[in-house]
């Protein structure tokens, strides 16, 4: 009985029979893009500062809850979700600057006085709330970065 089970186990890790969906293999939210350098004077204002931004985006056919998912740069400055739900195969855009959360729908915002992304080169690093590292895109000296 034990040789049964032995060889069926391995048949099925072999030929794949009984494993997860391929959903549970993809990464749930990934970057999608980083525009790391707003356009015109780095004047600090709202506008310029919130023409700095990632989008993520949901690579499953559900929604995700995103409730104390963070994302840090280099230097350690991190955003952090609220009680917010990513649709399925939706986006988000994270402003580095202020406004409204949710305004427009799908807009959120870091809420900083400075610019959070560095244009000579950085790392966002995407984690979940028990810490793990979802996603990280790094560039180098680029005005705009597809992850």
């Given amino acids: ?30 970057f999608t893009y980083v525009y ?17 931004y990632f989008r993520i ?7 995700v809850g995103l409730k104390d998912w963070s994302v840090k740069d280099a230097a350690g400055k991190v955003f952090r979700f ?8 939706g986006s988000f855009i994270v402003h580095t600057g202020k406004g409204t959360q949710g305004k ?5 915002y870091w809420g900083s006085g400075n ?15 028990s810490g793990a590292t979802m996603d990280t895109c790094k560039w180098k000296k680029v005005v705009t970065t597809k992850c």
């Fill in 57 to 63: 985006t949901n690579q499953l056919n559900r929604p």
């Fill in 82 to 89: 609220g009680n917010v739900t990513l649709p399925k195969k």
């Fill in 36 to 52: 790391v350098d707003s356009p015109g004077k780095d004047d600090r204002s709202a506008a310029s500062l919130n023409k700095e």
């Fill in 104 to 108: 427009p729908a799908g807009h959120f």
């Fill in 1 to 30: 009985m034990r040789k049964l089970f032995v060889s069926l186990a391995v048949t099925a890790t072999v030929f794949g029979i009984g494993a997860a969906p391929a959903e549970a293999a993809t990464k749930p939210v990934l």
């Fill in 115 to 129: 610019y959070i992304w560095n244009n000579t080169g950085d790392t966002a690093t995407l984690r979940s709330p």
